[in-house]
């Protein structure tokens, strides 16, 4: 590590993405999780904190990597997720990148960070699940940078912890109903025009976690009350894709050629 923590930490809210992403970034990170920064967690965190409350986008977004770097140290500070939860569904910046402020990626960063407090148990899996619905419901643009896989990703391994151990789980597919609520509620609206963004936010989430669910070998298949939560959300989930794309799932007959 070549620079002193204030500078590290003052780096990692810059503007200037030669400075966040091109040194603050790798150093801090190497930093926490080779234990080196153990001492200075307490500095680290309350800085991470004050910066999802600045005025400014690069500041806000990148104090989520801050402290799941610390979560994955062994720092288990409730308040810091308390904190997150507060601040994701509210972000109104979503933007993936910016061609000056270099990379933003709010929703990605909150989703690695909520991802994390739910595989060291920091949060409880329907905790989890609940905050990331409220930011796939939230208005703003449409996610353009992978964010669905980030999102899909922190969901699952809430999922993982509710297939290990299905004790911890309540109401696991609580937060898709809230979702169904939310398009019954659009639909009632009698809509006209450009669906809102959030729409194609949420298809192109519960899709990708469909398909990770089905593919992904964390999940234990021969664990009878963990698979039960998992066939659960498998089938919500597809149940919420074929609302929104009915044609998709309807056999459609061949019509005769002319």
Known sequence: MTHPLDALLAGM???DPAVRDGW?????????????????HHTIRSTALANLRSTEVQARTFAPLILAWLLEAGDRDRNAFDAVARWYPQ??????????????????????YLGAAARVGLAQPA?????????????GEAWVDQEPARVAHAALEALRRCSADPSVCRAETSWLDTIDQAL??????????????????????????H?????????????HAGLSVVTAVQ?????????????LFTRQEPQPAP
């Open 13 to 15: 809210a810059s503007p």
């Open 24 to 40: 603050a970034y790798q150093e801090l990170a190497e930093g926490i999780e080779s234990g080196r920064l153990a001492a200075h």
């Open 91 to 112: 972000e109104q910046d979503t933007r993936g990148y910016d061609s000056e402020l270099g990379w933003l990626h709010a929703v990605a960063h909150g989703a690695d």
């Open 127 to 139: 905790d989890v699940l609940d905050v990331l619905a409220a930011r796939l419901l939230a208005p």
């Open 184 to 209: 019954t509620a659009w639909e009632a609206s009698a809509p006209e025009g450009r669906p809102p963004m959030w729409l194609g936010n949420v298809y192109a989430t519960v899709t990708t976690l």
């Open 211 to 223: 398909v990770a669910i089905a593919c992904n070998d964390h999940v234990d298949h021969t664990d």
């Open 235 to 247: 089938a919500k989930l597809a149940a919420v894709a074929q609302r929104m794309t009915p044609w």
